[in-house]
């Protein structure tokens, strides 16, 4: 019995060894690149860009900045940006939660949406899905607030962090800190899925879930790692579906559908959780997100039925990232 258990303990620990190998070569180049750019200041301008983009969503175009950090950086960075401008720049608590619904849609677009390509789509493809769906995400919420009337109350901030700049040492020991817990969290889910897989959990898990996932294009063998990206991140969940892809388990119409659905809807604990902090409502942070990115997902599901094979392998689907067709 102990042998067993050790010598399954050594498979998860290899196996999350080479998991973390594919990611981190393509997390590592674009965190440095990231890096550089925000030193450079090329955000500001990439915020010129968004100014008129966020009064589609009924935002001032000063959020441009909040929402260009997000999308170069991560959460945190955009948020950071977000207390350095509230004082000055009042909203509502129905403009906060559509800030927050599109920053939770669509972040750190450069690491994620490459880490999204390694699992089974096209990089310009799977950027548009989440910059597009965040837009659209949130115009739709402006007008049902503006509409209904709803959330049109001053937003008061109950909690700002102190805020300072890291030096290069204290950037870079965070960043290690960053990939030591994506591994360590890897390490855990590749426990649980052996457990859950070995007591025949996952068939029921697969079985609860496909009346709800199998509508938007996601088979049988991606219910379970979908779910956990889901709940636990883009991350954790696009380093299982690359080995699954790899081992040939899962379809490239599956890893595509997966990847979008992860891509509009993950970390929905922690980061909705996060944006609730600052004031965003869960009708939208939470509950809206996910049923919009059911549908949204739904939706090009139905549309790619009507496009021909070689469409989507060209422009939508990355079939070197499956051994099954």
Request: glycine share 8%; hydrophobic share 55%.
């Given at each position: 019995?102990?042998?067993?258990?050790?010598?399954?303990?050594?498979?998860?620990?290899?196996?999350?060894?080479?998991?973390?190998?594919?990611?981190?070569?393509?997390?590592?180049?674009?965190?440095?690149?990231?890096?550089?750019?925000?030193?450079?200041?090329?955000?500001?301008?990439?915020?010129?860009?968004?100014?008129?983009?966020?009064?589609?969503?009924?935002?001032?175009?000063?959020?441009?900045?909040?929402?260009?950090?997000?999308?170069?950086?991560?959460?945190?960075?955009?948020?950071?940006?977000?207390?350095?401008?509230?004082?000055?720049?009042?909203?509502?608590?129905?403009?906060?939660?559509?800030?927050?619904?599109?920053?939770?849609?669509?972040?750190?677009?450069?690491?994620?949406?490459?880490?999204?390509?390694?699992?089974?789509?096209?990089?310009?493809?799977m950027f548009m899905i989440r910059f597009g769906g965040a837009l659209i995400f949130g115009m739709i919420l402006n007008f049902v607030y503006k509409f209904s009337g709803t959330l049109q109350n001053k937003?008061?901030?109950?909690?700002?962090?102190?805020?300072?700049?890291?030096?290069?040492?204290?950037?870079?020991?965070?960043?290690?800190?960053?990939?030591?817990?994506?591994?360590?969290?890897?390490?855990?889910?590749?426990?649980?899925?052996?457990?859950?897989k070995k007591f025949k959990l996952t068939d029921v898990i697969a079985r609860l879930l496909r009346p709800i996932l199998a509508p938007v294009g996601i088979g049988h063998e991606a219910v379970n790692i979908?779910?956990?990206?889901?709940?636990?991140?883009?991350?954790?969940?696009?380093?299982?579906?690359?080995?699954?892809?790899?081992?040939?388990?899962?379809?490239?119409?599956?890893?595509?559908?997966?990847?979008?659905?992860?891509?509009?809807?993950?970390?929905?604990?922690?980061?909705?959780?996060?944006?609730?902090?600052?004031?965003?409502?869960?009708?939208?942070?939470?509950?809206?997100?996910?049923?919009?990115?059911?549908?949204?997902?739904?939706?090009?599901?139905?549309?790619?039925?009507?496009?021909?094979?070689?469409?989507?392998?060209?422009?939508?689907?990355?079939?070197?990232?499956?051994?099954?067709?």
């Amino acid at each position: 019995m102990l042998k067993k258990l050790l010598k399954s303990a050594l498979a998860i620990l290899r196996e999350s060894i080479e998991m973390c190998v594919v990611l981190f070569r393509v997390m590592i180049p674009i965190i440095i690149v990231v890096k550089i750019l925000e030193e450079l200041g090329a955000i500001k301008y990439l915020a010129r860009f968004l100014e008129p983009v966020m009064e589609l969503a009924g935002l001032p175009g000063s959020m441009g900045i909040v929402w260009a950090t997000t999308l170069t950086t991560n959460l945190y960075g955009g948020l950071i940006v977000f207390f350095a401008l509230a004082p000055d720049n009042p909203l509502t608590v129905a403009q906060v939660t559509v800030l927050a619904s599109m920053m939770l849609v669509a972040h750190s677009m450069l690491v994620e949406v490459k880490i999204a390509h390694k699992a089974g789509s096209r990089f310009i493809a799977m950027f548009m899905i989440r910059f597009g769906g965040a837009l659209i995400f949130g115009m739709i919420l402006n007008f049902v607030y503006k509409f209904s009337g709803t959330l049109q109350n001053k937003n008061i901030l109950v909690w700002t962090p102190e805020t300072k700049n890291p030096t290069l040492m204290e950037w870079g020991f965070g960043q290690v800190l960053n990939l030591l817990t994506i591994w360590i969290v890897i390490v855990i889910l590749l426990a649980v899925m052996d457990t859950l897989k070995k007591f025949k959990l996952t068939d029921v898990i697969a079985r609860l879930l496909r009346p709800i996932l199998a509508p938007v294009g996601i088979g049988h063998e991606a219910v379970n790692i979908t779910t956990i990206g889901m709940i636990l991140g883009l991350t954790c969940g696009a380093g299982l579906i690359i080995k699954e892809a790899r081992a040939g388990h899962i379809g490239k119409r599956d890893l595509f559908f997966s990847m979008a659905l992860m891509g509009l809807c993950h970390s929905i604990i922690e980061d909705t959780l996060l944006m609730a902090a600052i004031g965003a409502h869960f009708s939208g942070i939470f509950l809206g997100r996910i049923l919009f990115s059911l549908f949204f997902v739904f939706i090009l599901e139905r549309v790619t039925m009507l496009l021909p094979e070689s469409f989507l392998d060209k422009y939508l689907f990355n079939p070197h990232a499956s051994g099954k067709k």
